[in-house]
């Protein structure tokens, strides 16, 4: 008799989100192998905060999303509780949920009602190392014996605890968890660091779905059309689209003849608005805000160059990988950008040129590389595709993924 392949639950902050394109397409590659799922979230977002709304809604994602709610009438809530400890077997779980603790809660009751129907045949991926709890506490407690997968994606990897409390995760982590995903050799190393067992960290590169792209080299007539450099990113210091600004400025100085777009919204819009005022580049620099995947696709396919121009900021954070990059390589796009974090991974040396970090000078005699070697160009285009099917491919890359889920 053939085993029935496991549940597997996706457990994340909050579901659909505008910028984690990466997790709706592992869900995707997930229901296209056959496996039933569920979303388990904090917070269920309207499917209008997400940029792949058309995914969503042909894989009816919505009803698949389980949100972590507790009734907010007390009345309610202790009715519920009662009849929960008057099974037997979970008035046991509740009593080791509150040893465990160290104190009496009803909000342990909603916390077990909520995973009993998680307790077979599930698999649980985790998506962010920050919400792996309460799942380490039912496993201690012996409510889960479920395989735990969890996938860092950088920033969870960067606020990780200090001395005793570390030391404690790390032992949660070698005792419950089964596998760490990551994207980057990079963020496999800053773990590592940690204490983290090299051992139980794979490096999953964040794949795309070249099926959804154009996969054409790009070509440019003359010298003297005009070039088009765009950024999409969320406009925070971590995505450094200051330092793209100064080496527009600078290259327009030296008699380029370009065009800058910024995809893109966030808390630093106004700053960055008023450097294009300051340095006199309303014509040449235009920002965008928010787009869907389906608008990028569309945008890419109508510049030239791909400016990354992510850096460390004042926390000491850099990009852990960098997918914006892939999709602009499986458009045709060489990518410039600087050597910081998990992004220099991303590229070969035939796909994309690197700059020191935060050096603007370097990196505009990386981009006049480009604007001034019409053949470079058109030979990092070619390597640009064929850098994304080789070694970013969704087929290729989830199907190492799914088997994980067996």
Known sequence: MIASKPRVVFKTHSFPNVSETFIVNNIKAAV??????????????????????????ELNLMDKVVENKVPLKKKNRISIALKYLSHAKNLVFFVKYCTLKREVSLRFIFILRLYASFRKNTVFHVHY????????????????????????????????PEKDALRLLLKDFQNHVHVIHVNSLYLK???????????KIT?????????????????????AEKTRLITVGRLIDLKGQRFGIRAIKRLKEKGHNLSYTIVGDGPKRLELEHMVAKFELQETVRFLGHKTQKEI?????????????????????????????????????????????????????????????????????????LLEDKSLYSEMSRCAIANVKNNFSAAIIYERLIKEYC
Do not use: C
């Open 32 to 57: 296209q192998k056959g496996f039933d799922i569920a979303i388990l979230v904090n917070k269920k977002n309207s499917i209008l905060e997400s940029s792949q709304a058309d995914t969503i809604e």
């Open 129 to 160: 190392a920050d919400m792996l709890q309460p799942l380490l506490d039912l496993k201690k407690i012996g409510y889960l014996k479920n395989k735990v997968i969890v996938t860092f994606h950088g920033y969870d990897a960067h606020y990780l």
């Open 297 to 369: 696709v569309k945008l890419l396919t109508d510049h030239d160059i791909y400016l990354m121009t992510s850096v460390s900021d004042t926390e000491d954070r850099e990009e852990a990988f960098g997918l914006v990059s892939i999709e602009a390589q499986v458009m045709g796009l060489p990518v410039v950008g600087f050597n910081s974090g998990g992004f220099p991974e991303t590229i070969t040396s035939e796909s994309g040129l690197l700059a020191k970090q935060k050096d603007v000078p370097e990196l505009v005699a990386q981009i006049e590389l």
């Open 189 to 199: 190393n800053k773990l590592v660091s940690k204490g983290f067992e090299a051992a």
């Open 203 to 223: 490096v999953f590169p964040i794949p795309v779905d070249v099926t959804i792209f154009n996969l054409k080299e790009n070509q440019r007539d003359s010298q």
